[in-house]
């Protein structure tokens, strides 16, 4: 006996459940690791406790090792050093990925959990007082840098509050022109100053760092995180031609490192994908919604899943905006027609045309959002690896809930939206789409 295969609406429900599934499981698992890094945390404090009575530093290494039980007394953007047994050592910055610090404020601890929490304002406020009240330098430049980062990513697309962040990371520049984070205090003030609409300024930001990223042999990776952000200033600009040659670049660059490097940086897939995606979104930001479709549909085919979910969150953008785009021309229509009918009879008759037209528009415009609600919710179950498809994913599947309503979706949609954007804030929290969220949030 020869099987059916499942119909659309099978399909469409079965994502939906996954959706579902996936959702649950990934806020089971944020909880297990952060349960994990606590109890991995009290271990490292009581073994270094037991070593001398003090706490000590560790030094995370871009290899993954760890060197525990130093104090690092200098961070700059060429050495670390530090004492180990109270013997002065170093090692080049290029080596290390990340400084965890011991013997802090208690301020700087609530700092850490209201940014892993997406609480950004109180992390500023508290970075920046760990940093007043610590009288090591090494720390202070790192807690003042992570209170002006915190600025930045609670700004949202609020430009007085992006502008006071660049203000921040200008004045840190300033204070450390050679500071172990120069690079990122460069790639968040590039941010910070296209968020404000200071477009030309941030791209004399982030040609500086691109060059210092070839100068200095920072790497690929730091050209191409540099060059992502530099397109997106110039499609903030209105200069999408120029944004789709950069993120080409991109795309070429990190290909031959890829082919090359005997052991690439492992963050290089991920900016390739995003300089893939960026360039479908240029032509969404151009409203060139066709292109737009054509563009990601030629991704869906793809050989990795990264790409293949991303294609899908694409084409689902791009349905919802077409969507909801088409609904406010119907209502526009709706209001004209109603206006013809109190003229004359004759017009009246049009009017009726015109609403049987917005009607059928209105039709259209649910089928689309379902075709929309159905690839976000695929996009997600296919992700597994870009936090910001999921993001994005998670992000329109709670805006389509409020454009369907009640109607579509039922009595409790409003909360099932809210629970998506919760989500997005508290899982993606470093992602856009945390800050787009957060926005929803402050307006339902």
């Known amino acids: 006996m020869q099987m059916r295969a499942p119909s659309a609406a099978f399909a469409f429900a079965a994502a939906l459940v996954c959706l579902a599934s996936a959702v649950d499981a990934q ?7 952060r349960a994990e890094s606590q109890r991995a945390e009290a271990k490292g404090d009581a073994q270094d406790s037991a070593a001398d009575g003090k706490r000590k530093d560790t030094i995370v290494k871009t290899d993954g090792s760890r060197l525990g039980n130093v104090v690092v007394v200098e961070a700059t953007i060429a050495t670390i050093r530090y004492t180990l047994g109270g013997k002065p050592a170093a090692l080049p910055t290029s080596q290390v990925a990340l400084i ?32 007043a009240q610590s009288e090591r330098a090494a720390f202070k430049q790192d807690a003042r840098f992570l209170g002006a980062a915190a600025l930045l990513a609670g700004a949202g697309e609020d430009r007085a509050r992006a502008r006071a962040a660049a203000d921040a990371l200008t004045a840190w520049l300033a204070d450390f022109p050679a500071g172990f984070r120069l690079p990122d205090a460069k790639l968040a003030l590039g941010r910070a ?27 690929v990776v730091w050209d191409a995180r540099a060059s992502l952000e530099k397109a997106m200033v110039q499609i903030a600009a209105g200069k999408t031609s120029d944004a789709r040659s950069t993120l080409q670049s ?7 490192e890829l082919l090359t490097a005997r052991s690439p940086d492992p963050e290089l897939p991920d900016l390739r994908l995003r300089a893939v995606v960026a360039q479908g979104e240029a032509y969404v930001d151009e409203k060139d919604y066709d292109q737009a479709l054509r563009y990601f549909a030629g991704l869906s085919g793809a050989a ?3 790409t293949r979910a991303a294609a899908l969150a694409g084409e689902g953008e791009v349905m919802f905006l077409q969507a909801t785009g088409d609904s406010r021309q119907a209502t526009g229509d709706s209001r004209q027609a109603t206006g013809d009918s109190r003229q004359a009879t004759g017009d009246g008759r049009q009017a009726t045309g015109d609403g049987r037209q917005a009607t059928g528009e209105r039709r259209q415009d649910v089928a689309k959002l379902r075709q929309a609600q159905a690839r976000m919710a695929e996009a997600h179950v296919l992700d597994s690896a870009n936090a910001g ?14 454009a369907l309503g009640q109607s579509g979706e039922g009595d409790d949609y409003r909360a099932r939206a809210t629970d998506y954007f919760n989500i997005v804030c508290t899982e993606y929290a470093t992602t856009r789409w945390a800050a787009a969220a957060r ?3 402050k307006n339902k």
């Open 250 to 256: 991109v795309v070429s660059k990190i290909d031959a």
């Open 100 to 131: 965890q610090w011991a013997d802090t404020p208690e301020a700087f601890a609530w700092a850490q959990a209201a940014a892993a929490r997406g609480d950004h304002d109180n992390a500023a406020n508290l970075f920046l007082e760990s940093a």
């Open 389 to 402: 498809t999921s993001a994005k994913a998670l992000y329109y599947s709670a805006k389509i809930l409020l």
């Open 27 to 33: 806020r089971r698992g944020a909880e297990r690791k």
């Open 439 to 441: 926005v929803e949030l």
């Open 304 to 306: 990795a899943w990264a």
């Open 193 to 219: 100053l296209r968020t404000s609409g200071q477009h030309d300024a941030a791209l004399q930001v982030l040609d500086q760092l691109i060059a210092a990223a070839v100068d200095q042999h920072w790497g």
